[in-house]
């Protein structure tokens, strides 16, 4: 039984982005393989292309598929051994994930940092809630710390659209007005540490540090400017700082994406973006973006992943 929790999860990039390629073509190919298998899907955050892409691709697989906003809908989950639950939560998670088991083939789940308690958020209490009590393979489909998903996606699209063998791809902080997690920028840069074909670099802010086990050798600019110079791909996100935990340090406008330094590279953006705080419109309404490319590639990336764990059944 094989979980698909963070990009370290995909074990050969080549397998999986041939994999993509033909489901993108063919995608019904392999609707045999989920034939009979129930995909649960647990959201305790919002979401758009999640949501719908990985229902989609449980379509493309034969699988059945069922969503649930738990976090609204469902009983306020206990995930702390020991307590005496006499307060707000009425079901604990080693009953839910249990009984969730009985249901499901295989479980994927959205829960969000919740950039207060930082010890929490990097124990991944959710995920790996699910992952401890649940018998069933579980789909990360964006956690505290991470969102392989969008990462996966991002590679397939990046592959798609590069022009020389080692295009130069930065990872650039822009400004928000919430304070956002990390977890898109760390399986950004994860992919890209996992894939040394790339020249990848970092620029954000002083305050906005990634997580140094995954940035290590990473090449980090603080001046936006000097980073950008000569990129093919510019993705862009805004994120919080890590010191102090979850606090907004700048908004500084001049962050921004413009048309003007993406010059000719290509760019993109997870999506939900905010317009004219993130990146101008000029960019995002030019052939230049490939944030809808992006998307699309959600239901590929989801449906190479949902493939690889219904082979470990
Ligand atoms: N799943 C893609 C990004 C989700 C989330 N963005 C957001 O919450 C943006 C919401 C806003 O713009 O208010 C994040 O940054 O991790
Ligand atoms: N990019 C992404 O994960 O989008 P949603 O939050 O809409 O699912």
Not at 14 to 31: D, G, H, N, Q, T
Not at 40 to 59: E, I, K, M, W
Not at 88 to 115: M, N, P, T, W
Not at 215 to 239: G, S, T
Request: charged share 25%.
């Amino acid at each position: 039984m094989k979980h698909f929790l963070h990009v370290d999860d995909i074990d050969s990039t080549a397998s999986w982005l041939s994999l993509a390629a033909e489901c993108k073509k063919e995608p019904f190919k392999f609707e045999k393989k989920g034939k009979g298998k129930v995909l649960g899907l647990l959201f305790f955050n919002n979401s758009l292309r999640t949501r719908l892409s990985t229902q989609r691709a449980a379509y493309h697989l034969g699988m059945h598929c069922m969503t649930m906003n738990i976090g609204n809908e469902g009983w306020a989950l206990e995930f702390e051994d020991g307590t005496i639950m006499d307060q707000g939560k009425a079901e604990h998670i080693r009953e839910a994930a249990r009984v969730i088991s009985q249901y499901c083939d295989v479980l994927g789940v959205r829960a969000f940092a919740s950039l207060k308690d930082r010890e929490k958020d990097e124990a991944e209490q959710v995920l790996h809630g699910f992952k401890k009590y649940a018998t069933i393979p579980i789909l990360n489909l964006e956690s505290a710390t991470g969102h392989p998903l969008q990462a996966l996606a991002d590679l397939i699209t990046i592959t798609e659209y590069q022009q020389t063998t080692r295009p130069k791809v930065v990872l650039s902080w822009a400004p928000h007005p919430r304070a956002l997690p990390q977890a898109v920028p760390n399986s950004f840069a994860g992919i890209m540490k996992n894939n040394p074909q790339f020249d990848f670099s970092i620029t954000h802010p002083k305050g906005y540090e990634l997580n140094p086990e995954i940035v290590r050798d990473i090449p980090v600019f603080h001046d936006q400017n000097e980073a950008l110079k000569d990129a093919d791909f510019v993705y862009v996100k805004n994120w919080s700082a890590s010191r102090p935990y979850g606090a907004v340090l700048s908004d500084d406008p001049h962050w921004m994406i413009t048309r003007e330094k993406l010059g000719k590279a290509y760019f993109m953006h997870c999506l939900p973006v905010r317009r004219n705080v993130i990146v101008e419109d000029a960019v995002l309404d030019s052939s230049n973006s490939l944030v809808i490319e992006q998307a699309n590639n959600r239901t590929f990336a989801a449906q190479v992943a949902l493939m690889k764990i219904l082979e470990s059944l």
